[in-house]
């Protein structure tokens, strides 16, 4: 049997430089655990732009749609803030996430022990805190029609609009259902179905997936503005949130930011799966190209590592190596490094970005 396939783009920026820790990771596993990828490389947003005129070269499109996974670095910078809008960086990867079809975007909060001090919570409000937010990432009030800026008499009106068919609910529901099952087997879902009729509908189709095909999984549904307050009061009653793309866009960086640093946070974004069961998948860290600190050895690899510790567990079945990575993760920071991003105000000596890749490396040694 043929290895997995992962194709990287490592983009601008920071993207690069953390994806080299990446890139010493795969290689342990493929050394130390005979777990092998097939692994291509191609550009990503403004260095694609340098070399073929846009964003997203064709060719490397297509690469994408036949791999398994895709893993993603950061795009952008102020040498392409200029450029026109349908040739910018971020152009590329919203092409990438929409034929791809990229529905289901799972951003995890997850409060590592020894950063807890870190959150802007207190310590036991945070510590040991580990929830998942699933997203609509290609539908809702950020594609439907009529949109625009219009003229109404004198004045004029800017207008997007709310769309969700039960198909669209039903597949990201789905996608959330199978994650509880993996996880606490909790699913809460958010919107306002007291306001909006879109609302309405999503909770009633959440409803019946789960009656007809998770009845096992425990769903509760919430108002999406009081799911805001319950993610700062006591974030830990939740397990997997799954909620729309505005929603999602609003909650998924609160409950992110409840575990500090931006240089933390992974993502996946998944789709239907292809003939061989996987999910079409891009796994890329929150941040993004971090220009102001690019090029210094200064960036948190973690959010990139840890988006490959998803790929492991969501595209690839490796849930047991998943759980490895994430754990090396762990015991590095609770052995007390950090990068610049991780210091507190009362400073310390910060380590660079290779030299966090390697100890991650060593703890995944010592895990043997
Ligand atoms: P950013 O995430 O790049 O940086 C915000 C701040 O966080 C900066 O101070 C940066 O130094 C810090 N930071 C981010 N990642 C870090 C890491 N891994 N380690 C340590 N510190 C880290 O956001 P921005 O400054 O608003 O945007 C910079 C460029 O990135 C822009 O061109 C923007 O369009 C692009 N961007 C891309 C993505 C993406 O590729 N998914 C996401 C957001 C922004």
Redesign the pocket.
């Known amino acids: 049997m043929s290895n997995p396939s992962l194709l990287i783009l490592a ?1 601008d ?2 993207g690069p430089e ?1 994806m080299a820790e990446v890139k010493k990771i795969i290689g342990w596993y493929g050394d130390k655990r005979a777990l092998k990828f097939d692994v291509s490389e191609d550009l990503v ?1 403004g260095c694609a732009y340098d070399v073929h005129g846009k964003p997203l070269a064709d060719e490397t499109m297509a690469k994408a749609q036949e791999v398994d996974a895709v893993l993603l670095g ?5 040498q ?2 200029n450029l026109d809008f349908s040739v910018k ?2 152009r590329g ?1 919203l092409r990438l996430r929409k034929e791809m079809d990229l529905y289901a975007n799972l951003r995890p909060a997850q409060c590592f022990d020894a950063l807890a001090d870190f959150s802007s919570l207190k310590k036991d409000v945070v510590a040991g805190l580990d929830i998942m937010i699933v997203r609509e990432l290609t539908s809702g009030v950020y594609f439907g029609e009529p949109r625009g800026i219009f003229t109404e008499g004198n004045e004029r009106v800017g207008i997007n609009t709310q769309r969700y068919t039960e198909s669209e609910i039903a597949r990201v529901a789905r996608s959330a259902f199978e994650l509880a099952r993996r996880r606490g087997n909790k699913v809460c879902s958010m919107e306002k179905a007291n306001v909006m009729e879109s609302g309405v509908l999503w909770r009633e189709v959440v409803q019946k997936v789960h009656d007809e095909e998770y009845p096992d999984v425990q769903l509760s549904h919430m108002y999406a503005d009081a799911g805001a307050m319950q993610l700062t009061r006591w974030p830990k009653q939740f397990d997997v949130i799954v909620t729309d793309n505005l929603f999602g866009d609003l909650l998924s960086d609160l409950a992110a930011m409840l575990t500090g ?3 933390m946070l992974p993502s996946a974004s998944l789709g239907a799966p292809m003939a061989n069961g996987r999910p079409k998948a891009l796994y ?2 929150v ?7 690019a090029g210094q050895g ?4 973690i ?1 990139c590592i840890l988006s490959f510790a998803m790929a492991l567990r969501y595209s690839f079945d490796q849930g047991a190596e998943a759980d490895r990575l994430e754990k090396a993760v762990e015991k590095v920071l609770a052995d007390g490094l950090r ?3 991780l210091m507190g105000p009362e400073g310390g000596s910060p380590v660079s970005t290779s030299a966090m890749g390697d100890a991650v490396v060593a703890a995944l040694d010592a895990s043997l």
Do not use: Q, R
């Not at 950061?74 to 102020?78: L, M, R």
């Open positions: 983009g920026g920071i953390v947003g950061a795009v952008g910078g102020p392409y803030d960086p971020e990867l640093s931006l240089g890329e860290p941040h993004g190209s971090a220009p102001d600190i200064k960036a948190n690899p959010a990068t610049a991003d």
